[in-house]
């Protein structure tokens, strides 16, 4: 099984600044690792697949990148809106994997 | 639009069992696959089972190995999760979502989830 080590695992930061996320893999990934933001008592939702490739509908804000076993969830200029748990997802193998989350508290 | 709408959860004593209902909308569900994942309270996502368009290929996390079933029925649009021999640590917040077909890919919509809380 592949184990996705976020970190942080939780962040308090202010509107307008910039936020990394890390998700590393226990193994070597082929690209296909995916990022979803989840707001309290809501359902996950898509924001990267494929480490870098924006899903529809998502804010150019957000960004992903990386290869192998380390990728990046960036967030430009965060938005009050944004507050919320950050989990990326490996697809490559079975079982398919979750980081154990990050969450964002907007100061 | 592309829905997904859980239900069935509810309260159960353990060793008891619970079928989850996914009703899809908004797309053509014969062609993608569904998986379902679960959050227990407080803690972050798992994922549980996988079901390709025509129940031919089915794949299970060690969690739901042996006690859970999933199966689909595409005139209905729904996918089940039958859940048997259910532990107090099945207790959680069971999500459906859509995946592209080859249980390689992405989660790109997902239901809202049904609780299911297993107590004494």
């Known amino acids: 099984e592949i184990v996705l080590t976020q970190s942080p695992e939780f962040q308090s930061v202010t509107a307008k600044e910039k936020v990394t996320i890390t998700c590393r893999a226990s193994q070597s990934i082929d690209g296909s690792l995916h990022w979803y933001q989840q707001k309290p008592d809501q359902s996950p939702k898509l924001l990267i697949k494929?480490?870098?490739q924006s899903f529809s509908g998502v804010p150019s804000r957000f960004s992903g990148s990386g290869a192998g076993t380390d990728f990046t969830l960036t967030i430009n200029s965060l938005e009050a809106e944004d507050a919320a748990t950050y989990y990326c997802?490996?697809?490559?193998?079975?079982?398919?994997?979750f980081g154990q989350g990050t969450k964002l508290e907007i100061k | 639009e592309v829905q997904l709408v859980a239900s069935g959860g509810g309260l159960v004593q353990p060793g008891g069992s619970l079928r989850l209902s996914c009703v899809a909308s908004g797309f053509s569900f014969s062609t993608y696959a569904i998986n379902w994942v679960r959050q227990a309270p407080g803690k972050g996502l798992e994922w549980l089972s996988f079901?390709?368009?025509?129940?031919?290929?089915?794949y299970y996390g060690d969690s739901a190995k042996g006690r859970f079933t999933i199966s689909r029925d595409n005139a209905k649009n729904t996918v089940y999760l039958q859940m048997n021999s259910l532990r107090v640590d099945d207790t959680a917040v069971y999500y459906c979502a859509r995946e592209l077909g080859l249980g390689i890919s992405y989660l790109d919509y997902w239901g809202q989830g049904t609780l299911v809380t297993v107590s004494s």
């Open positions: 997802h490996q697809s490559t193998s079975l079982p398919h994997t």
């Open positions: 494929y480490g870098s």
């Open positions: 079901i390709n368009r025509g129940s031919d290929t089915i």
